[in-house]
């Protein structure tokens, strides 16, 4: 996500916590999943996504394990916990009614 400020407070969180719901990914991998399932339209640099997992990880959201990747290097990998899933459930509700109303106002024809 090249442009931070044209994104709604704290949609990058509901992103993570979603693509974590999935699977235990690490950073690298979030990022093309992140990619990859936007068909590319959604980016994030490392210097927005490791400051965003830390935060999810203070707040108990997600949890991180070192283990070895699919390439043979140790990676941390991160996971959504009980409390994450919680959580994801209660945004995901918001964004739904956000993007709802949003949609409601851009949907309106012009006089």
Do not use: C
Not at 6 to 24: C, F, N, R, S
Not at 28 to 47: F, M, N, P, T
Not at 59 to 68: D, L, M, N, S, V
Not at 81 to 109: D, F, P, Q
């Amino acid at each position: 996500m090249s442009k931070p400020s044209d994104l709604v407070q704290g949609t990058l969180d509901l992103l993570l916590l979603k693509i974590l719901a999935l699977e235990p990914l690490h950073g690298w991998a979030i990022s093309q999943r992140l990619k990859q399932v936007s068909r590319d339209v959604l980016h994030v640099s490392d210097g927005s996504l490791y400051p965003a997992l830390h935060k999810l990880e203070q707040e108990g959201w997600i949890k991180a394990q070192w283990k070895t990747s699919e390439l043979g290097r140790r990676a941390k990998f991160y996971s959504l916990t009980r409390l994450g899933r919680r959580h994801l459930a209660k945004e995901a509700a918001n964004w739904e009614r956000l993007a709802g109303a949003i949609s409601a106002v851009v949907r309106l024809t012009e006089a």
